[in-house]
């Protein structure tokens, strides 16, 4: 168990590099470099009334190590973001990218999260239903949302909920709090407030997986009611409800959780688009102004650190896999 | 099954036993026409597959297909809604659509297009409107259906902001999403054959490397670094260089799966005894690819594309609809869609939304087509 941990551990770390030579490649796309945007920008805010000194251009072209060959500035890059936590400078918001991404991130993940919990609680019980009673009209019924939730892209959803509440409530379902709480402090009522918000957003982002979630549990359960072992504890006079939660429904489970690894990555995704839509404090919003004005500091920031939480997030759907089978850490 | 078994096979048949007849049919038939037996049984898969054969036709025949070219606009009919289309006029046959008034809203007092049952615009199938280049080579001007009167409003999902064609211009997109996902396709089919072909080729610590490498790029979340490559496109480039690039992206992301179809069936192929026999005959290693493992896999190929084709129309969809993806005036479904991003739009004229509707079609029917084609690509089973 712990050698296996151990190893799994070594390659997440692999991966979190990987991914940070991935990011700094995209900071190096758009031409020129961050310091002739930002002299750029400050000139044409100041209206050239004051001058920016080359000291202070050559600080800053120092500071991020421009004049220097790439792999120096990569050490830069990343040793700021490791043992300071800067991300740079935003010349968009006028801030610090790093007190941006720790005001939107949370968001984030929390509706990340509750999509997640949103897609297990409703594939669970449907899957099961649709293998228990295979072909039935519940199961057609089942199976078709299921098609159409594959094929739908979430952010089309986005909008038709955008279209359905401006048009019949004659307020768009814009954002996560209510007018009264927006720029309120965080308080019981404002957390009350977006939880009642939150779960259209969830929903909306979990179709896909949900989709593809019921149709592996309905196929692994069909699978595991065929085996002898279940035929023998019927015949013992097991009841039904009992052996059908006791052994197969466990057994099917497996892959809930052995599929996280590529459920999360797709939540993340599909929060940036449907957060830009409907204009939610996540993550998205921030990113997409962010790249579309080629504030590459922020853009690289807010990619790292969500694929980062992605991979970790990975990483402890293995380490459950691990506890719950022993197969897998046994090999 | 032994040529003798064969003979007997057929003598039976010539004997005039008719249970043997379909036996044998099935026993010298080849590959192919056993898939296509098993692929028959599929309803949904033939249904899908007859939508996506529509669909690409209608990609290739666009110009005909559509009323009115895709830049053609009327500014007097800005955002009018659809109009339905009737068959039959005093009990006989003749085409036609009602036409538009103006009201104010009652509420809003703005001023909207709406049908008006007394103005009657009669259409003519085969018609001759706009003028076009068909495929860039000669000219034409043959449409499917169109109003007799080329100054008749004919807007059956409506008109856009310039009062376009809604409906033309869908199907002008057709051509642009479908192919955006074929050229993607076969982008990330040549990446993944090369990578899957190497890894199950040579198998060992490079094999174990490229798996590593797979793994990684799979569970990173790839919308945030396609929208970051996209948004660095320079906007300056040319619409076709946008849309090689676009296509390029998309398969830059979305090899992985394919390579590991690729290097699972060569791993499952080292095994078989005809590659064993072909080895010991010694047949070179590029002819043995080619000739002999390259068909014996094509069939599961052939099902993963289709089965990733929708993911790169849905991606195109996304990061034009974005503003970081294809750009005006190439017309896309996603572009398209762009229209919809303000709310107050999106209310008033809800039928901008139908380019979503033929996203969902054509995405299902890949899908359906794709399920039918993987279960039919190993017929030996």
Same mark, same amino acid.
């Given at each position: 168990?712990?050698?296996?941990?151990?190893?799994?551990?070594?390659?997440?770390?692999?991966?979190?590099?990987? $991914?940070?030579?991935?990011?700094?490649?995209?900071?190096?796309?758009?031409?020129?470099?961050?310091?002739?945007?930002?002299?750029?920008?400050?000139?044409?805010?100041?209206?050239?009334?004051?001058?920016?000194?080359?000291?202070?251009?050559?600080?800053?072209?120092?500071?991020?190590?421009?004049?220097?060959?790439?792999?120096?500035?990569?050490?830069?890059?990343?040793?700021?973001?490791?043992?300071?936590?800067?991300?740079?400078?935003?010349?968009?918001?006028?801030?610090?990218?790093?007190?941006?991404?720790?005001?939107?991130?949370?968001?984030?993940?929390?509706?990340?999260?509750?999509?997640?919990?949103?897609?297990? &609680?409703?594939?669970?019980?449907?899957?099961?239903?649709?293998?228990?009673?295979?072909?039935?009209?519940?199961?057609?019924?089942?199976?078709?949302?299921?098609?159409?939730? &594959?094929?739908?892209?979430?952010?089309?959803?986005?909008?038709?909920?955008?279209?359905?509440?401006?048009?019949?409530?004659?307020?768009?379902? $814009?954002?996560?709090?209510?007018?009264?709480?927006?720029?309120?402090?965080?308080?019981?009522?404002?957390?009350?407030?977006?939880?009642?918000?939150?779960?259209?957003?969830?929903? $909306?982002?979990?179709?896909?997986?949900?989709?593809?979630?019921?149709?592996?549990?309905?196929?692994?359960?069909?699978?595991?009611?065929?085996?002898?072992?279940?035929?023998?504890?019927?015949?013992?006079?097991?009841?039904?409800?009992?052996?059908?939660?006791?052994?197969?429904?466990?057994?099917?489970?497996?892959?809930? &959780?052995?599929?996280?690894?590529?459920?999360?990555?797709?939540?993340?995704?599909?929060?940036?688009? &449907?957060?830009?839509?409907?204009?939610?404090?996540?993550?998205?919003?921030?990113?997409?102004?962010?790249?579309?004005?080629?504030?590459?500091?922020?853009?690289?920031?807010?990619?790292?650190?969500?694929? $980062?939480?992605?991979?970790?997030?990975?990483?402890?759907?293995?380490?459950?896999?691990?506890?719950?089978?022993?197969?897998?850490?046994?090999? | 099954?032994?040529?003798?078994?064969?003979?007997?096979?057929?003598?039976?048949?010539?004997?005039?036993?008719?249970?043997?007849?379909?036996?044998?049919?099935?026993?010298?038939?080849?590959?192919?026409?056993?898939?296509?037996?098993?692929?028959?049984?599929?309803?949904?898969?033939?249904?899908?597959?007859?939508?996506?054969?529509?669909?690409?036709?209608?990609?290739?025949?666009?110009?005909?297909?559509?009323?009115?070219?895709?830049?053609?606009?009327?500014?007097?009919?800005?955002?009018?809604?659809?109009?339905?289309?009737?068959?039959?006029?005093?009990?006989?046959?003749?085409?036609?659509?009602?036409?538009?008034?103006?009201?104010?809203?009652?509420?809003?007092?703005?001023?909207?297009?709406?049908?008006?049952?007394?103005?009657?615009?009669?259409?003519?199938?085969?018609?001759?409107?706009?003028?076009?280049?068909?495929?860039?080579?000669?000219?034409?001007?043959?449409?499917?259906?169109?109003?007799?009167?080329?100054?008749?409003?004919?807007?059956?999902?409506?008109?856009?902001?310039?009062?376009?064609?809604?409906?033309?211009?869908?199907?002008?997109?057709?051509?642009?999403?479908?192919?955006?996902?074929?050229?993607?396709?076969?982008?990330?089919?040549?990446?993944?054959?090369?990578?899957?072909?190497?890894?199950?080729?040579?198998?060992?610590?490079?094999?174990?490397?490229?798996?590593?490498?797979?793994?990684?790029?799979?569970?990173?979340?790839?919308?945030?670094?396609?929208?970051?490559?996209?948004?660095?496109?320079?906007?300056?480039?040319?619409?076709?260089?946008?849309?090689?690039?676009?296509?390029?992206?998309?398969?830059?992301?979305?090899?992985?799966?394919?390579?590991?179809?690729?290097?699972?069936?060569?791993?499952?192929?080292?095994?078989?005894?005809?590659?064993?026999?072909?080895?010991?005959?010694?047949?070179?290693?590029?002819?043995?690819?080619?000739?002999?493992?390259?068909?014996?896999?094509?069939?599961?190929?052939?099902?993963?594309?289709?089965?990733?084709?929708?993911?790169?129309?849905?991606?195109?969809?996304?990061?034009?609809?974005?503003?970081?993806?294809?750009?005006?005036?190439?017309?896309?479904?996603?572009?398209?869609?762009?229209?919809?991003?303000?709310?107050?739009?999106?209310?008033?004229?809800?039928?901008?939304?139908?380019?979503?509707?033929?996203?969902?079609?054509?995405?299902?029917?890949?899908?359906?087509?794709?399920?039918?084609?993987?279960?039919?690509?190993?017929?030996?089973?």
């Amino acid at each position: 168990m712990w050698r296996y941990l151990f190893r799994r551990f070594l390659s997440m770390i692999f991966t979190v590099w990987v $991914i940070s030579l991935l990011v700094f490649a995209i900071i190096q796309l758009p031409p020129g470099d961050y310091v002739t945007t930002l002299v750029n920008q400050l000139v044409a805010t100041s209206s050239g009334s004051t001058t920016i000194s080359s000291e202070y251009i050559e600080q800053i072209r120092e500071s991020y190590g421009f004049n220097q060959p790439i792999y120096v500035q990569y050490f830069k890059w990343i040793g700021k973001i490791l043992t300071k936590g800067e991300f740079g400078y935003s010349f968009v918001y006028k801030r610090d990218a790093v007190v941006m991404i720790t005001e939107r991130l949370p968001m984030t993940f929390a509706l990340s999260f509750s999509s997640f919990i949103l897609v297990w &609680v409703i594939a669970l019980p449907i899957g099961i239903y649709s293998a228990v009673r295979q072909y039935s009209l519940g199961d057609y019924i089942f199976s078709f949302i299921g098609f159409i939730g &594959v094929a739908v892209p979430n952010f089309l959803l986005a909008l038709i909920l955008l279209f359905v509440t401006y048009k019949y409530f004659d307020q768009a379902m $814009i954002g996560l709090f209510s007018q009264e709480y927006a720029s309120a402090p965080w308080s019981m009522a404002k957390l009350i407030d977006m939880l009642k918000h939150l779960w259209i957003p969830a929903l $909306i982002l979990g179709l896909g997986g949900t989709a593809g979630l019921i149709r592996t549990m309905r196929a692994n359960l069909l699978d595991e009611l065929n085996k002898p072992y279940v035929e023998t504890a019927r015949s013992k006079g097991l009841s039904e409800a009992r052996l059908l939660w006791k052994y197969p429904v466990r057994h099917a489970m497996n892959p809930f &959780v052995s599929t996280i690894g590529w459920t999360l990555p797709g939540l993340i995704s599909g929060d940036l688009i &449907v957060s830009t839509v409907l204009n939610l404090p996540t993550s998205g919003p921030v990113l997409y102004n962010a790249l579309r004005a080629q504030d590459m500091y922020v853009a690289a920031g807010f990619i790292l650190m969500l694929t $980062i939480l992605t991979v970790i997030g990975t990483f402890v759907s293995d380490i459950l896999l691990a506890v719950l089978d022993p197969r897998i850490r046994l090999q | 099954m032994t040529i003798n078994e064969i003979d007997r096979a057929l003598a039976d048949r010539a004997s005039g036993d008719p249970a043997s007849e379909s036996d044998v049919r099935v026993e010298v038939a080849t590959q192919w026409q056993l898939m296509w037996w098993k692929f028959r049984k599929h309803k949904l898969a033939m249904f899908g597959g007859a939508l996506v054969l529509f669909f690409y036709l209608l990609a290739i025949f666009v110009e005909f297909f559509a009323p009115v070219n895709y830049t053609t606009y009327n500014e007097q009919y800005v955002y009018a809604p659809p109009q339905m289309i009737h068959f039959f006029r005093e009990g006989k046959f003749g085409p036609y659509v009602y036409g538009y008034k103006f009201e104010r809203d009652p509420v809003s007092f703005k001023k909207t297009w709406v049908i008006d049952e007394s103005v009657i615009i009669p259409l003519r199938f085969l018609n001759r409107g706009d003028s076009y280049k068909f495929w860039g080579l000669f000219n034409a001007n043959l449409h499917l259906v169109g109003p007799v009167n080329a100054e008749d409003p004919f807007y059956l999902l409506g008109a856009d902001k310039s009062g376009r064609d809604v409906f033309s211009r869908i199907i002008y997109s057709a051509r642009i999403s479908l192919t955006v996902g074929l050229v993607g396709v076969f982008l990330s089919l040549t990446i993944g054959i090369l990578v899957g072909g190497i890894s199950g080729l040579v198998g060992g610590r490079v094999d174990n490397l490229i798996q590593r490498l797979i793994e990684i790029l799979i569970s990173i979340p790839n919308l945030p670094i396609m929208l970051a490559l996209a948004a660095m496109v320079p906007l300056t480039w040319s619409t076709l260089s946008v849309y090689f690039m676009i296509t390029i992206i998309l398969s830059l992301l979305g090899w992985m799966g394919m390579a590991r179809v690729v290097r699972s069936k060569f791993l499952a192929l080292r095994e078989e005894d005809f590659i064993m026999a072909a080895q010991l005959d010694g047949v070179p290693r590029v002819r043995m690819i080619t000739k002999h493992m390259l068909p014996s896999f094509l069939s599961h190929i052939i099902a993963s594309i289709t089965l990733s084709i929708p993911g790169m129309i849905l991606g195109e969809t996304a990061l034009s609809f974005l503003g970081l993806g294809l750009r005006p005036p190439v017309v896309s479904w996603g572009v398209m869609l762009q229209d919809t991003q303000k709310v107050a739009v999106l209310a008033n004229s809800p039928w901008l939304l139908f380019p979503a509707v033929a996203v969902i079609i054509v995405v299902l029917a890949l899908n359906f087509l794709g399920d039918g084609l993987r279960d039919a690509a190993d017929p030996y089973q």
